[in-house]
């Protein structure tokens, strides 16, 4: 897109040693809203700030919960956007889903003047941590949370925090885009909108690092996907099965997640009859005085965050909640009388129960489960 005759808010793009441009690499999964929030950005960029735009995404099945990249370049008014390829290198990388850092390299290409969001609920020293980063600026918001309070999306949020973390975008000019497109199209949410947007651009956190070695072992230029063009299996097979038990779902989910409330469970087996992952537990016990096969929990380490368990149960024994609020603890189940031992303490998601057979005969065979 090139610049139009707008130019009440013409802004100046901060030195760039990439040919004159500003590209700005959006991370996610399907349902957060990184696909609106990238085309907002482009016709930001083109229509308020009299800057070139281009704006695209990379996504697969359109389904939700699976991963979407979405890419912005700006550039001067006179100078033409040549490029059309994904973005390698970032000035600017957004996380909306801090979990897709545990199975894809969402970090690829990331230098030490990139600036880093993160859609999160712990600080800027613990995301620097979890993501090896060495130096730059990281930026976190717990964009789940702000959006429930302001009634709005995450996506909302995250360009409010992208409008501060930039140093070149008014958060009027925003404003203005938001009022001037979804205002007209959805104008009962407009204020909620705006809400998310002032929550985004005020409540973000900064913090901004410099190299102290603390990891050496992971230079910036070597965070790449695990296959390549020179390095992919042949015939193109997909090394990431989708069905084995041991594939990890958890980065699929978009903040929520099914709590068990076993107080109330009557062993139904609905949840388990609608679950598409096999996730519920079920073992032999005794329920009101006779035998029956007892609901043991869910193994989140396979919930996508569907939430279908919940719609279905007949007594509430299955009620949403954040996944924020619900911190990982990591367990190895010992036998088949669930006998557990706490290994470890991640704060990332939920209490997951391991206790199919599949699962405990493959850890076996690559040597044990502990």
């Known amino acids: 897109m090139k610049s139009s005759e707008n130019h009440r808010y013409r802004t100046t793009l901060p030195t760039t040693e990439k040919n004159g441009y500003y590209e700005i690499r959006l991370e996610s999964i399907g349902g957060l809203g990184a696909n609106l929030c990238g085309k907002l950005l482009g016709e930001l960029g ?84 979890d993501l090896k980063l060495h130096a730059g600026t990281v930026l976190c918001i717990d964009a789940l949370s ?29 404003k203005e885009l938001v009022e001037d497109s979804l205002g007209k199209k959805y104008p009962a949410l407009l204020q909620n909108n705006l809400n998310g947007l002032e929550a985004g651009y005020h409540e973000v956190v900064s913090e901004t690092f410099t190299d102290d070695g603390l990891f050496p072992e992971r230079p910036f230029s070597e965070a790449k996907s695990r296959w390549g063009y020179q390095n992919a299996p042949l015939g193109g097979v997909n090394p990431h099965i989708g069905s084995t038990v041991s594939n990890d779902l958890s980065p699929s989910r978009e903040g929520f997640i099914p709590l068990f409330v076993a107080e109330k469970c009557i062993h139904c087996g609905l949840c388990d009859s609608t679950c598409p992952d096999m996730v519920f ?80 005969d493959e850890k076996n065979f690559e040597g044990g489960i502990v």
């Open 46 to 129: 083109a229509s308020y700030l009299g800057l070139n735009a281009a704006s695209f995404s990379s996504y697969g099945s359109e389904k939700r919960g699976s991963p979407v990249k979405s890419f912005v370049r700006f550039s001067a008014h006179d100078r033409e956007i040549l490029p059309s390829s994904p973005i390698e290198h970032p000035n600017m990388l957004v996380l909306f889903h801090h979990a897709l850092s545990k199975t894809l390299p969402v970090t690829a290409g990331v230098r030490e003047d990139c600036i880093v969001i993160v859609n999160t609920s712990l600080s800027p020293q613990e995301v620097r941590e």
């Open 146 to 174: 702000f959006a429930l309070k302001t009634k709005s999306r995450v996506n909302m949020v995250l360009l409010g925090a992208i409008a501060k973390a930039s140093g070149f975008i008014p958060l009027d000019a925003v």
């Open 281 to 360: 537990q079920f073992l032999p016990g005794e329920y009101r005085g006779k035998p029956a096969m007892m609901n043991r929990g869910l193994d989140y380490h396979h919930c996508k965050g569907c939430l279908r368990c919940v719609d279905v149960c007949p007594t509430n024994a299955l009620v949403v909640g954040k996944e924020s609020e619900h911190p990982e603890k990591r367990w190895f189940v010992r036998n088949k009388d669930l006998a557990v031992d706490h290994l470890d303490f991640t704060p990332t998601g939920a209490d997951p129960w391991i206790t199919s057979e599949s699962y405990l």
